[in-house]
């Protein structure tokens, strides 16, 4: 009963982080119906940043982050500038490849020049665990958890800003959207760098966690899920998906690891998204506008 | 100039469908052929063993999948895994005893078995939601294919595969692998080429334009959509299995990832979709030049005495490959073939370029 409880709560608290690298996702699905399958491309490049602005240049650990967080809101800026929106209109297929290829190269191109050896994230957070009871917590988890939660928050708040509030027009309909004098192609383009930002904060968190090097990109396949059951337009659909991939993953792991050869978290995430779209394709939260055939 | 339509004159509806129409396409096909032919007399061992082999099989699981994408217009991010399965089961049946004809044969019917259930949620979704649900079946077989012993013999396992032997005849050198190899893409070429000419080539491409007017006018999507995965899980995984037989021979898990799957999609798209020139030039140019322009920049550093990391040099490939993927994307979205057929559209009417069409 122990190892249960203790596997959910661990799990939940890294199904918050899934939701927090899926939000970067669903940020920029709401905005322009993009999948963006370099997110765990850019989390890893965030990660690196924050390592290299802390590590290699001397910032301190606030000014780092903050640094690394304008960095990548500047390449997702760029990211939709010169690529994405010149891809308007392109069969699907394209588009997904193009993000694809951007992860490809960011995998290259960002261990190539910092370096590929795992490095430590320079946090200071403690590895002694947290003790509930007979319940073991790993510290970075709940740091992690708590970031997720307040992350979050602060996108719902953003949402009711004026320049979320234009966001969710465009993600009702671009062309409403233009006729009411919203710029369409500026918030695409701001919900890209925000994505981008999101991608850097996550990138501390799972740094600090696994550490850093290229396999932060293989986030990808959990954070869509999470996307994809919580529905791909919906934010406060990612926390409650974070979750129910976060327990199922790490109780399934759990209890089926030590009878296969291990690897099963990959397959739990894989099945729910299998599963999402035969049974469920708008996902929980979503919005259901989806292309049926 | 050289595709010249001069004199060219249809007279029966069988000559209008040929496959090569233009003189000057058949004699530079025959041309093609005797060099593809006489390669191991032309190039090195090296060359062809390493380059020319997984080229030409390469180009065969291309056009299986470019049957999907590019002519049914369903989009698959988990070719690899079918590969793979048709790999593993060749492989097995070959172990048991089979001939090498019979165990590809079986490799592709596996594959196709187990890639119709790829093809399951094309059945409800397309697009985006085709996307993801394939990428994530590739992770579940990949899972599969590691976790059961009697598959894959272990996670850290690597299979040998048996030497084939076609006719009684053992391929065991460089050169009758070579052969075999290019037997096999001529045939999936020539199969694909004409699937484009049948009624079901016709309906696949009503299918991808707007499988809601194919049904209005009568075609069973259902059907169509099934089987385009069933013949293209067919080809993808007998080239599975070719790779395996006549290019590794030794099958580990890790040789059909994810990362195979999207190569194989750039192949795709950097050829040209829809396109079956596109896809020997799609699979040829994301396989070697990578290698090549490597090779360039090596050569190029040492020549003006520049210094590169080791650890840059190893991730170089990947940035150039990524870099192909997206430039290809943004630059010329109709890829190689479309570079192709400008040339060739110019060619066909120069000098009297104002009387292009």
């Given at each position: 009963m122990t190892f249960l409880a203790e596997l959910a709560i661990n799990g939940a608290l890294v199904g918050l982080m899934y939701a927090l690298v899926a939000s970067g996702i669903v940020l920029v699905y709401k905005s322009s119906g993009v999948v963006n399958l370099a997110q765990g491309g850019f989390v890893m490049a965030g990660a690196y940043l924050v390592?290299?602005?802390?590590?290699?240049l001397g910032l301190g650990l606030i000014p780092g982050i903050l640094a690394a967080a304008a960095s990548m809101g500047a390449l997702g800026w760029l990211t939709e500038r010169l690529a994405l929106r010149r891809m308007i209109g392109q069969p699907v297929i394209m588009i997904l490849m193009l993000t694809f290829g951007l992860e490809v190269v960011l995998r290259g191109a960002v261990p190539g020049a910092l370096g590929a050896d795992t490095k430590p994230m320079p946090i200071p957070i403690s590895q002694a665990p947290v003790w509930l009871g007979d319940i073991l917590i790993n510290r970075t988890y709940i740091l992690g958890g708590a970031v997720a939660v307040v992350m979050v928050a602060l996108l719902a708040v953003f949402f009711r800003t004026r320049a979320g509030i234009a966001m969710r027009a465009v993600s009702d309909d671009h062309l409403a959207a233009w006729a009411v004098g919203i710029p369409v192609e500026r918030t695409v383009a701001l919900s890209?760098?925000?994505?981008?930002?999101?991608?850097?904060?996550?990138?501390?968190?799972?740094?600090?966690?696994?550490?850093?090097?290229?396999?932060?990109?293989?986030?990808?396949?959990?954070?869509?899920?999470?996307?994809?059951?919580?529905?791909?337009?919906?934010?406060?659909?990612?926390?409650?998906?974070?979750?129910?991939?976060?327990?199922?993953?790490?109780?399934?792991?759990?209890?089926?690891?030590?009878?296969?050869?291990?690897?099963?978290?990959?397959?739990?995430?894989?099945?729910?998204?299998?599963?999402?779209?035969?049974?469920?394709?708008?996902?929980l939260f979503g919005r259901e506008v989806i292309e049926r055939v | 100039m050289f595709y010249r339509e001069c004199g060219v004159r249809h007279t029966t509806y069988a000559a209008d469908r040929a496959l090569a129409v233009i003189p000057f396409e058949r004699a530079l096909l025959v041309l093609l052929i005797v060099l593809a032919a006489a390669a191991p007399w032309i190039v090195t061992d090296l060359f062809l063993v390493s380059?020319?082999?997984?080229?030409?099989?390469?180009?065969?699981?291309?056009?299986?999948?470019?049957?999907?994408?590019?002519?049914?217009?369903?989009?698959?991010?988990?070719?690899?895994a079918v590969m793979a399965v048709g790999?593993?089961?060749?492989?097995?049946?070959?172990?048991?005893?089979?001939?090498?004809?019979?165990?590809?044969a079986a490799g592709g019917l596996v594959a196709a078995v187990i890639g119709s259930l790829f093809g399951l949620p094309a059945l409800r979704v397309r697009g985006l939601y085709l996307a993801m649900s394939t990428l994530a079946l590739?992770?579940?077989?990949?899972?599969?294919?590691?976790?059961?012993?009697?598959?894959?013999?272990?996670?850290?396992?690597?299979?040998?595969?048996?030497?084939?032997?076609?006719?009684?005849?053992?391929?065991?050198?460089?050169?009758?692998?070579?052969?075999?190899?290019?037997?096999?893409?001529?045939?999936?070429?020539?199969f694909v080429a004409n699937v484009r000419r049948t009624d079901v080539g016709r309906a696949l491409i009503a299918l991808r334009e707007k499988d809601y007017a194919a049904a209005v006018i009568g075609i069973n999507v259902f059907y169509y959509k099934a089987l385009a995965f069933?013949?293209?899980?067919?080809?993808?995984?007998?080239?599975?299995?070719?790779?395996?037989?006549?290019?590794?021979?030794?099958?580990?898990?890790?040789?059909?990832?994810?990362?195979?799957?999207?190569?194989?999609?750039?192949?795709?798209i950097v050829g040209g979709l829809g396109s079956i020139i596109g896809s020997f030039f799609g699979a040829g140019f994301i396989l070697l030049a990578p290698i090549w322009i490597e090779h360039g920049l090596r050569e190029l550093a040492a020549a003006l005495s520049v210094h590169i990391?080791?650890?840059?040099?190893?991730?170089?490939?990947?940035?150039?490959?990524?870099?192909?993927?997206?430039?290809?994307?943004?630059?010329?979205?109709?890829?190689?073939?479309?570079?192709?057929?400008?040339?060739?559209?110019?060619?066909?009417?120069?000098?009297?370029?104002?009387?292009?069409?």
């Open positions: 390592w290299a602005y802390i590590a290699r890209w760098a925000v994505s981008g930002a999101v991608a850097a904060v996550t990138g501390v968190l799972w740094g600090a966690v696994q550490g850093v090097d290229w396999s932060l990109s293989l986030l990808l396949i959990k954070a869509l899920s999470v996307a994809v059951l919580g529905g791909l337009d919906s934010l406060s659909g990612v926390v409650l998906a974070g979750l129910i991939v976060g327990v199922f993953e790490s109780v399934i792991s759990g209890y089926v690891d030590p009878f296969v050869g291990g690897g099963t978290r990959e397959v739990v995430a894989a099945v729910v998204i299998f599963l999402t779209v035969l049974i469920r394709p708008y996902g | 380059y020319l082999t997984p080229w030409l099989i390469w180009t065969a699981a291309v056009l299986g999948l470019n049957l999907l994408m590019g002519w049914a217009g369903q989009i698959h991010l988990g070719y690899g790999a593993y089961t060749a492989v097995h049946v070959a172990r048991a005893g089979a001939p090498f004809v019979v165990a590809v590739q992770v579940i077989v990949d899972w599969i294919l590691v976790q059961v012993p009697a598959i894959s013999g272990g996670a850290q396992a690597t299979l040998l595969v048996p030497r084939p032997h076609i006719f009684g005849i053992l391929l065991v050198t460089d050169q009758a692998r070579y052969w075999a190899a290019a037997v096999f893409a001529v045939l999936v070429a020539l069933f013949v293209s899980s067919f080809i993808g995984g007998m080239s599975g299995a070719a790779l395996a037989f006549l290019y590794y021979r030794a099958v580990t898990p890790e040789q059909f990832g994810l990362n195979v799957s999207i190569m194989a999609v750039a192949m795709v990391s080791p650890s840059t040099l190893a991730h170089l490939p990947l940035v150039i490959y990524g870099g192909l993927i997206t430039g290809f994307l943004l630059l010329e979205p109709l890829g190689l073939a479309k570079l192709y057929d400008n040339v060739r559209n110019y060619l066909r009417v120069w000098p009297f370029g104002y009387t292009k069409k």
